[in-house]
């Protein structure tokens, strides 16, 4: 199954690395899939020095907590909290 389009190559590599991470877990976590092999586009994943990625499974995924408490992302997102009456939901840009 082909999931990422060219799209993928445009992510910096924080937003890659949860991609990639996020899809090879979840797809992983069926008892009927082994592993995952990554096809952007019409091209197999391939490392920072050309070489293929290839099949990845759940135990080749490591995200330490000290990486990720060591990392920071600025951004902006929306939430949608209740309102003063609570009967609607304003938006709060954060």
């Keep these: 199954m082909n999931f990422l389009n060219e799209a993928y190559g445009q992510m910096n590599s924080l937003e ?3 991609a990639r991470s996020s899809l090879v877990l979840s797809l992983t976590s069926f008892d009927m899939i082994s592993s995952v092999e990554i096809v952007v ?3 197999v ?13 759940s ?6 907590m000290y990486a990720s408490a060591n990392t920071t992302v600025d951004t902006q997102f929306t939430i949608y909290c ?4 609570r009967r ?6 954060k």
């Design 16 to 18: 890659e690395l949860i």
């Design 41 to 43: 586009g019409k091209e």
């Design 45 to 57: 994943l391939i490392d920072q020095m050309g070489n293929r990625i290839g099949r990845m499974r």
């Design 59 to 64: 135990e080749d995924i490591y995200l330490s």
């Design 82 to 85: 209740p309102a003063d009456n």
């Design 88 to 93: 609607y939901l304003k938006r709060k840009k």
